[in-house]
């Protein structure tokens, strides 16, 4: 059974920063790729960052710049600096294994004030 385990959100000003971490127990050297989603209530849960077992990495547009994402065998964590108001959201840690079944973790919920 495969758990992803979210912590390291909360509530900071903008401007500030934030690092989320997320580790997965179970067959984590089945792990393809690991990624941090995001939510709004009445939005689609959208894409932040995704990070390859090969070490590659891609950003959504809206954060290119100010986060960061990074990973170890079943880790993933995302640097999340100069946070803007409109990055409030429920993060969500994502796996993805090589047979391409996708794992979620619980959320996180990131609040940034004005």
């Known amino acids: 059974q495969v758990q992803l385990v979210e912590s390291g959100g909360g509530l900071v000003q903008a401007g500030g920063s934030l690092r989320l971490s997320c580790a997965a127990s179970?067959?984590?050297?089945?792990?393809?790729?690991m990624a941090w989603y995001r939510q709004v209530p009445g939005k689609q849960r959208e894409l932040v960052a995704a990070?390859?077992?090969?070490?590659s990495t891609n950003y959504a547009d809206s954060v290119k710049g100010r986060f960061t994402i990074s990973r170890g065998l079943g880790t993933v964590y995302l640097q999340m600096d100069s946070l803007k108001p409109e990055d409030t959201a429920v993060y969500y840690c994502?796996?993805?294994?090589?047979?391409?079944?996708?794992?979620w973790g619980k959320g996180t919920l990131v609040t940034v004030s004005s």
């Open positions: 990070a390859t077992s090969g070490g």
């Open positions: 994502n796996a993805r294994f090589t047979n391409g079944v996708d794992y």
């Open positions: 179970g067959s984590i050297f089945s792990i393809n790729v």
